[in-house]
């Protein structure tokens, strides 16, 4: 089953929206990379980088990440790592890690659920 890890700035948000995810996926492996080493805002590529190799399987890892800085860590995470099946997904973080986790509940596979997590970006919440 494709994992995720959920990057951002501050560690409340991250588990914030890991603990929606796991309300809809309870079985998906899915972490909370956020905030600095220190538990202050900022980003950790180190962290990023723990729970990638926490989670990390043959079926794969989706990365979603904030914005800023916190994709900045997340991509040197995926080069430092050089896994084949690690993904750095361009969606919304709580829109797309909902959508992610649904998917990999559903054996969808990482390049489904990348595609499906990117179209998070057109959802609209009002008619």
Not at 29 to 42: F, L, Q, V
Not at 45 to 71: F, P, Q
Not at 99 to 120: F, H, N, P
């Amino acid at each position: 089953m494709v994992g995720i890890v959920v990057a951002s700035h501050s560690s409340r948000l991250a588990e914030g929206v890991v603990e929606v995810a796991q309300m809809m996926a309870p079985d998906v492996p899915i972490i909370a990379a956020g905030g600095m080493d220190d538990g202050s805002c900022g980003t950790s590529c180190r962290k990023i980088i723990g729970a990638v190799k926490k989670i990390y399987s043959d079926d794969g890892v989706a990365l979603i990440a904030d914005i800023g800085s916190s994709i900045l860590s997340a991509e040197m995470a995926v080069e430092i790592l050089q896994r084949p099946k690690l993904k750095l997904v361009d969606c919304p973080l709580v829109e797309g890690t909902l959508i992610a986790a649904v998917e990999a509940k559903l054996g969808k596979s990482l390049d489904e659920i990348e595609s499906s997590a990117i179209r998070a970006r057109s959802i609209r919440k009002l008619a």
